[in-house]
């Protein structure tokens, strides 16, 4: 069975700041992989970033980065920067080979201030 | 167009009504997923479709019918619902389940409410 754990229900950010989300994962899996999606409070979950258990260097995508540390089984994301848009509730997720299908975790409520 | 499209956006029902929900994607993906999100909750999966046949029913109530007419089209009917049925539903979308990790695209969902 796949697990994804977000230990942290509430984050507040100041503006411009950097910040961390954390995420941990439990598969047997050799092959998955893991995603960080945004959802604002209008509803639809937007894909953030990717990383596959396979790759070898972190991955980003403009102010995200995926801090991937395979032993320690974690998928940290770090937004740089902070805007007051980014305040919404961020999901990790797992897409194991084996089950073909996103795993959530219960997600981390991000509150930027001015 | 890298959208998914669902309607409607908001839905208010009785018990004993019959009502559908609507998906709808032009990205030429094969599969096809519908999602239910309580409050403050992850979304937890529903039914899935790859090439348009049913491939997983997560045990859900058979009051809950989805059916998938074509490759771009994802419907889900509502019959007889609970007022603990109430929630978002999101419908998402991928290539190919065969494709190992495959990101989902998600529509902005519909928001539900049962009295």
């Known amino acids: 069975a796949q697990k994804i754990t977000q230990t942290q229900p509430g984050m507040f950010v100041q503006e411009k700041e950097a910040v961390t989300l954390d995420c941990t994962y439990d598969t047997s899996d050799q092959s998955y992989g893991l995603f960080w999606y945004k959802q604002p409070s209008s509803g639809e979950m937007i894909f953030l970033i990717y990383q596959g258990s396979y790759d070898e260097q972190n991955a980003t995508e403009g102010r995200y980065s995926l801090n991937f540390q395979k032993a320690r089984k974690s998928a940290n994301l770090v937004i740089s920067a902070s805007q007051l848009g980014d305040s919404a509730m961020y999901f990790c997720?797992?897409?194991?080979?084996?089950?073909?299908?996103?795993?959530f975790g219960s997600g981390t409520q991000l509150t930027v201030l001015p | 167009d890298t959208e998914v499209t669902q309607t409607p956006k908001h839905l208010v029902m009785g018990m004993t009504n019959k009502k559908s929900l609507k998906c709808e994607q032009h990205?030429?993906?094969?599969?096809m997923y519908w999602y239910k999100q309580k409050a403050k909750k992850p979304p937890e999966l529903m039914f899935v479709?790859?090439?348009?046949?049913?491939?997983i029913n997560e045990s859900v109530p058979s009051r809950f019918s989805p059916e998938c007419p074509n490759s771009s089209l994802l419907n889900l009917h509502l019959h007889a619902l609970q007022p603990e049925d109430s929630a978002l539903y999101l419908c998402?979308?991928?290539?190919?389940?065969?494709?190992?990790?495959?990101?989902?695209?998600f529509g902005s969902g519909t928001q539900l409410s049962v009295l």
């Open positions: 479709y790859s090439y348009e046949k049913l491939s």
């Open positions: 998402a979308s991928s290539q190919d389940l065969t494709v190992p990790n495959e990101k989902l695209f």
């Open positions: 997720a797992m897409n194991p080979n084996s089950a073909r299908q996103l795993t």
């Open positions: 990205m030429g993906h094969r599969a």
